[in-house]
């Protein structure tokens, strides 16, 4: 099963507020745009997707993610993550009405291709699947199958929400870089201890990490 990926990706400006103790204003829009390049070059190179979707009305981004080969999606709702993830499975529907759809966050520096294509696997056997992120209370990834809806309740506690409006949660092990996400210092630690891509250790080698 070949999958299209939509990632959801905010104006730069406002993203990764939270990694403010490790990267000042001046470093945290460059952040979080390599967050994204890795995931998306990532993405791509998994044999499981087909395409890679980005919705995101941050102009630096948008050329930076299509030089990859991501397709972008203006964020035409503008009313936050799950607006944004509705609307690009609704464009890629529109385009395919068949294709296995897959939200996925666009801060998983560490991201593998060969462990995508694990929980892809693991997510072509339901209609409606996710996966939980490495903190056990958030969610990295939910899959839509060609006959499911994608539904994202992402957001505080997303992991019980989406656990509460049916979808399955996936168990699949060894796949830590799909898990990783990226929100605080902690995070970051922990994806470089995974090994992240070129884009986020070339901006990421000159901060001081708290508690590295």
């Given at each position: 099963?070949?999958?299209?990926?939509?990632?959801?990706?905010?104006?730069l400006s406002r993203a990764k507020s939270r990694l403010s103790d490790a990267a000042g204003d001046g470093v945290r829009p460059g952040l979080a745009l390599a967050f994204a390049q890795d995931t998306v070059a990532a993405a791509l190179s998994c044999t499981a997707v087909?395409?890679?979707?980005?919705?995101?009305?941050?102009?630096?981004?948008?050329?930076?993610?299509?030089?990859?080969?991501?397709?972008?999606?203006?964020?035409?709702?503008?009313?936050?993550?799950?607006?944004?993830?509705?609307?690009?499975?609704?464009?890629?529907?529109?385009?395919?009405?068949?294709t296995p759809v897959a939200a996925l966050n666009a801060d998983l520096p560490a991201l593998r291709p060969v462990e995508l294509a694990v929980v892809l696997g693991a997510a072509a056997e339901f209609s409606r699947a996710f996966l939980a992120d490495a903190a056990g209370l958030g969610t990295t990834l939910l899959?839509?199958?060609?006959?499911?809806?994608?539904?994202?309740e992402f957001g505080i506690d997303s992991r019980s929400r989406h656990r509460a409006s049916g979808a399955e949660e996936l168990q699949s092990a060894g796949v830590d870089s799909v898990r990783q996400?990226?929100?605080?210092?902690?995070?970051?630690?922990?994806?470089?201890?995974?090994?992240?891509?070129?884009?986020?250790?070339?901006?990421?080698?000159?901060l001081l990490i708290p508690g590295s």
């Open positions: 099963m070949q999958w299209t990926l939509v990632i959801p990706l905010k104006p087909a395409d890679v979707a980005v919705v995101t009305d941050d102009a630096l981004a948008a050329r930076e993610l299509a030089a990859l080969g991501a397709r972008i999606v203006p964020d035409a709702p503008g009313s936050g993550l799950n607006a944004a993830l509705a609307h690009g499975a609704a464009v890629v529907r529109e385009m395919r009405p068949r899959a839509a199958g060609p006959k499911g809806e994608l539904q994202p996400d990226v929100d605080t210092a902690e995070d970051l630690r922990a994806a470089l201890a995974l090994g992240v891509g070129p884009y986020t250790a070339a901006v990421s080698a000159g």
